[in-house]
């Protein structure tokens, strides 16, 4: 009796730690998917801002031209 008691009581301690383990997993999923998507993001922000640069620069320098 006093060893099935013991038995159940292992049993929902290792239910409760395979259920934290799973959590833990979870959410370092969605943390990694979050500093992608973030890193993702910071590249296209990068992207789109050299890409604007280069369109002024190459306004400026048609501009410069025309006066010269």
Same mark, same amino acid.
Do not use: P, S
């Given at each position: 009796?006093?060893?099935?008691?013991?038995?159940?009581?292992?049993?929902?301690?290792?239910?409760? +730690? %395979?259920?934290?383990?799973?959590?833990?997993?979870? !959410?370092?999923?969605?943390?990694i998917q979050?500093?992608?998507?973030?890193?993702?993001?910071?590249?296209s922000n990068?992207?789109?801002? +050299? %890409?604007?640069?280069?369109?002024?620069?190459?306004? !400026?320098?048609?501009?410069?031209?025309?006066?010269?």
């Open positions: 009796m006093f060893l099935d008691q013991e038995l159940k009581n292992i049993r929902e301690a290792k239910n409760r +730690l %395979a259920i934290c383990c799973e959590l833990r997993r979870r !959410l370092v999923q969605v943390e979050g500093v992608g998507n973030g890193m993702r993001r910071t590249l990068l992207t789109l801002g +050299l %890409a604007v640069a280069r369109q002024i620069l190459d306004f !400026l320098r048609e501009r410069k031209g025309r006066r010269w």
